[in-house]
Structures are given as C-alpha cells and as structure tokens.
C-alpha cells in the first residue's frame, strides 16, 4: 500500500490517501494546481486544503477530483465509500431528494438515477414498475440512521412493497414498505442476515416494527429510525409513533444502493412499489420522536 492505510476509518486516513493520489498525478502528469482547478470545477486553495489534511470534500466535488486524478475505478470506488461512511458516522443530513421534478439531492449532490420507467412528475416520483437508485450506499446499516419519505399507494392489492431501501448482497438492509399480508400494513423492516428465510412471511413478522393499517390513495409520511445500541428500529407514520421492535443480534453492513420504488429479495429486484414517492431523505443519527414530527411537517 505503499504506506497508505489499508483502511479508511478516520478523515486523517481519508485525506492521507487523497494526498498519495495528488501527488502521483502531480508527478506523473506534470500538470499543477491550474489545471486541476480548472478541470475539477473548484477553487485552487479548495482542492490543495483538501489534500492537506485540512478537510475533505463532499461527495460530489470529491468524485469530480478522483476523475481529473484517473484514479482507478476501484479504489475510486473504494475512497467515496468511505467518504459516505465518515458522513453516515457524524449523524449529519446525508441525502433529501425532493423529487419534484429532478432526481437532484439538495444536501450532498449524491443524485438518484432513473430505471426500468421511473419518470419525475410535478408530484413526486411516479414508479410504475421502475424504480430510483443511487450508485452506492447512503445510511451506515451498522450505525445510528433514519430514512424518511412521503408515499402515495395507488394499487393495494401487491403482498409488499417497498417504498425506499438500502440494498445488501441478496436481501435489502432496511426497506420500508406496505405490506398486505400484514393486514394491511406500514412495515419497517430489517432482515438477521444477508441470507434469505425459507417463509418470507415469517423472516417479515419477525424482524420488523409493523404499524396501524395502511391506507391507499392517500399521502402518507413515513419515517424508520435504527439505535445500534439497543438494535430497535421504530416506525413513525405522518409523525407520530407507530411500532418498535429489536433486532437480536447486531445488525450487518448493506452496502448497495439506496433505492425507492423497489426492495431486493434473493439477490433480484422485488416489491415494486405502485404509485408515487417524494420528499426522501436519510440521516446518519437516530432522529427524536420531536425531530420525527418536525420532519413529517
């Protein structure tokens, strides 16, 4: 590693490996701070505080930087998620996607890209089938978190469907979602493993802070909150305290994309959601039930 850290843990370590790449581009391409300037979009005294040690970019303007170094896709890969992670860690604002009418996120420029026919209307994110995802992940699943987002169920009739989610390698981390066979219901769940259950319904009752009946054609505002210390996750609908209940063992890393309007279940894209999502944000903190309600407005 070429007495780099091999992991990435600390903004010391961070900006430690941001420093080696700077100076091998400097070296090996000659090029000095004008030209990194004016190809990165940033200020000269910007960029050079950045590799000192004195702080590091967000991730926006960091990945913009590792494309101007040629940084390999791997360890490109391997730098900015670890960037989200220090950002997930200091409990800040980590994402708010409005979602109306760009896929923009206004806190950390970390954008959601559209598929399989997702489209953006005046009124949020319209799935029909589709779904938004990032390129990786947004929450820590191992530390403090809450994901929020106002939903609207056009069709009640699918067993699940998840309204946002973070993807792990076979199962989604957290989802938050409707579920029919619960009643129907508004479901927070986390999954034991990465591993899927043999009964679904079991691993879904088991593992998951289930609230009062679901409502279609209606907008909701829902919010799940994850402490690692006591491994309860909470479920709030439009503010108000809904259900709880507690993982019994420490919870693992999903480190997929965040996404909305879909789930992951044995390792494929499931629980589609049918309707409309806008307003998702997520947290690196555990949010109060005050801070819930201020969210939910």
Known sequence: MDGRPARLGTTGEL???????????????????????RHAGVATSTVYSCFEGRRVPHETTLGRILHVLDVPEPDRLRILRARQTLAARSGALLAAWPLDGTPTDTERG?????????????GGLELGGGHASTDGPVVDTTGPFTVAARVYLTD???????????????????????????????CLTMHERDIPQSGRHVAVRAESAVSSPARAELWTHLAGTFSPETRAMTLYVDGRFAASAALPVPMWAAEGPFCVGRGKWDGRDHDHWPGLVRDVRAWGRCLDPAAVREAAG
Not at 171 to 179: C, E, H, K, T
């Open 15 to 37: 900006a430690e490996e941001l420093a080696h790449w700077f100076r091998s581009w400097v070296v090996g391409t000659r090029r000095g701070r004008r030209s990194l300037a």
């Open 110 to 122: 970390v954008d959601l890209r559209l598929r399989d026919g997702a489209r953006l209307t005046p």
């Open 156 to 186: 009640p009739s699918p067993y699940f469907a998840a309204a946002v989610s973070q993807d792990g390698r076979r199962l989604s981390g957290v989802s938050m979602l409707y579920s029919r066979t619960e009643g129907p219901r508004w």
